[in-house]
């Protein structure tokens, strides 16, 4: 049993072993006989008849089930002049294997009122976890430990003592010992509180029906020698998955041998069996690319179209984790190893003999149904972000296409947008945009309005206050660099002297002024002339043809719009077509953004955090259409 930092005694001060923690993905289960007058013999003889109880009551339950890693087991421990029963399960990545062990500790609990049960995994005591949202303030997680039991199918909680709530304690977190002692002589104290039970237990809610669901039948082309494993030892699909799932190099090496006879499991007499798998085993090997062994495309070749048939592929993965399972060193120790070389041996000394067509179909001949593996990736985000996921994508069906959506052009705009924000954000320094608490209401404290002030800033300047405009000063910008920014069908020349900017400091001499605009309006010819001159080298060079079909340099638009039919009509609609015509967005801009999250190939990165701080969430990368997976 893991022990807590109060626990931990250092060299001196009684030593007794270094703290032990749990494996990664791991459950452990503490069942406790906590009557007040039961001496120790009487502690031993109900905790051995709770032992045989849950056996029993596993079988009932459990029949015929296939844990992904270890199983449901309860032995008699003696831990710090303690007497229970202790269990520990590794569940690997199926996290309804741990479920499953609520679910049957609960129904334990209400068998036998007088015994008390502690749950813990990696995170902590998970059930408080699970009801975080109805917790008191007063549970925090420096005090949570060992606090939450399980009695006669409930959840209680021991609360503050009168010490610990006047903080005069040295810690508020209790010891195992301390936890049974307050269950033992104080019972009456805890507290049973609804919500969090109703929270914590909500996940049982499919149980016991749920318990089916976690397996899954599939028609698989294996060969017949395997066949008889599988009928022999049905549990041993777990580990043969996850050898493949997790194969190394060391691993894969009895299957690139050249020579075929060396393998347990020869791909010969292949016959189509139903088999059971755990849904993640099956998951697990069906979602992997794996190119068949060497002795596979002897026997099929990989231009055979029975490669297209996934009863084969998953077949030849299954196969290929039974042979890595029974050859590699690290498994031997293993029992599930060692029961399956039990039934080879059987086999080879002729005690038993493989399984005939007619027995195989007896199997069954049907596979379920695999729509469970289709993810809803709208509902999966409304789950991350702690939303009902029944209130959106059930009812919405496939939206069409960006440029026949309205809400997604929204979308669009609204990302682009927020994204120039960002990047204009003038509170934003060389280790990224600052955020001040106070910056809604003291923007008039910021404001430099006193002629004064502003010539002592500059130094006694005969400039002064610069008046700046940000929008002339853009289009000033644009226009040196070549890219007008006069709609369409007014007059180039009747809106060039009204667009440009007029930047005029105070308190400046006439003449200095126009010797300034001259040597202004020089610089910008020049720069206006050099930036032609490379723009007309980069199209004749093609870097330029955003669209290849219109020869004619425009903004990208992603919702085309009506032309006018003439230059009066379109000057008049000026206004109208600003706000409902067109998306005008920077279409290099949206690209590198979807690029970059492109890039992230679904894990986190500097696009995807970017725009999930300014509320943007992106859609998946489904692929392209003409896109396939290659062949296994």
């Known amino acids: 049993m893991a022990r807590s930092e109060k626990e931990f005694k250092w060299f001196g001060e009684g030593f007794d072993g270094f703290p032990v923690t749990l494996p990664e993905d791991s459950v452990e289960y503490s069942v406790f006989y906590l009557e007040a007058k039961a001496d120790r013999i009487t502690q031993r003889s109900k905790l051995l008849e709770v032992a045989k109880a849950s056996q029993k009551l596993a079988k009932s339950l459990l029949k ?157 082309r294996i060969p017949r020698k395997l066949a008889y494993v599988l009928s022999e030892s049905p549990t041993s699909i777990s580990p043969a998955s996850e050898a493949f799932y997790l194969r190394d190099p060391v691993a894969l090496r009895p299957l690139l041998r050249p020579d075929n006879e060396k393998l347990v499991f020869q791909p010969r007499d292949l016959v189509t069996a139903r088999i059971k798998f755990t849904r993640v085993g099956y998951a697990q090997v069906r979602s992997q690319d794996f190119n068949p062994p060497p002795a596979w495309s002897r026997a099929i070749p990989s231009n055979d179209p029975q490669w297209l048939e996934e009863s084969l592929t998953v077949g030849m993965k299954i196969t290929s984790g039974f042979e890595m399972l029974t050859t590699d060193p690290q498994n031997q120790d293993k029992k599930s190893v060692r029961e399956l070389k039990v039934a080879l041996d059987e086999l080879e000394n002729g005690e038993a003999n493989l399984p005939t067509d007619e027995k195989i179909t007896t199997w069954g001949a049907s596979a379920d149904d695999t729509k469970w593996l289709d993810i809803n990736y709208q509902d999966f985000e409304a789950e991350l972000a702690g939303k009902s996921a029944k209130s959106g994508s059930a009812k919405e069906e496939k939206k069409p296409g960006l440029s026949g959506d309205q809400s997604a052009q929204e979308n669009l705009r609204n990302m682009v947008s927020r994204f120039e924000a960002f990047l204009n954000d003038e509170n934003a320094g060389d280790e990224g945009t600052e955020f001040s608490e106070d910056s809604d209401g003291n923007d008039e404290d910021v404001e430099l309005n006193s002629d004064d002030d ?179």
């Not at 449901?72 to 569940?91: A, W």
């Not at 032609?532 to 992603?558: H, T, V």
């Not at 032309?563 to 379109?570: A, G, K, R, V």
């Open 64 to 220: 015929d089930y296939i844990w992904q890693r270890d199983t449901f087991e309860l032995t008699l421990t003696n831990e710090n002049e303690l007497l229970f029963l202790k269990g520990t399960t590794n569940f690997g990545d199926s996290i309804e294997d741990e479920w499953v062990i609520v679910y049957l500790l609960r129904e334990l609990s209400k068998q036998f009122p007088s015994i008390w049960i502690k749950l813990v995994d990696n995170d902590g005591q998970f059930l408080l976890i699970e009801g975080a949202a109805a917790l008191p303030k007063w549970i925090t997680p420096e005090n949570s430990s060992n606090r939450l039991w399980m009695n006669v199918g409930k959840l209680l909680i021991i609360p503050l003592s009168d010490l610990e709530r006047t903080g005069n304690a040295e810690s508020q977190d209790i010891s195992h010992l301390e936890a049974v002692k307050c269950i033992r002589e104080n019972r009456a104290r805890l507290l049973h509180l609804p919500e969090i039970e109703s929270a914590a237990f909500e996940h049982l809610h499919k149980y016991p029906d749920q318990i089916t669901l976690n397996h899954h039948h599939a028609l698989i």
């Open 454 to 632: 502003s010539s002592e800033r500059s130094g006694g300047s005969l400039l002064g206050d610069v008046s700046f405009n940000e929008s002339e000063f853009m289009s000033l910008m644009q226009d040196m660099m070549g890219q007008s920014l006069e709609p369409r069908g007014l007059n180039k020349s009747s809106t060039k002297s009204e667009q440009r900017p007029s930047i005029k400091p105070p308190n400046v001499m006439e003449g200095e002024e126009i010797q300034s605009v001259r040597e202004i309006e020089d610089d910008s010819e020049e720069i206006t002339n050099l930036s032609k001159a490379m723009e007309a080298e980069l199209r004749g060079l093609g870097a330029l043809k955003l669209n290849s079909d219109d020869p004619k340099p425009q903004k990208k638009s992603i919702k085309a719009a009506k032309e006018p039919e003439d230059e009066e009509e379109e000057t008049e609609n000026i206004d109208v077509e600003d706000e409902n015509a067109e998306l005008d967005i920077d279409h290099n801009l949206v690209k590198s953004m979807l690029e970059s999250f492109k890039s992230q190939a679904g894990m986190a990165g500097p696009g995807g955090n970017l725009m999930g701080m300014m509320g943007m969430k992106l859609p998946r990368d489904e692929g392209d259409e003409h896109e396939q997976w290659p062949r296994p």
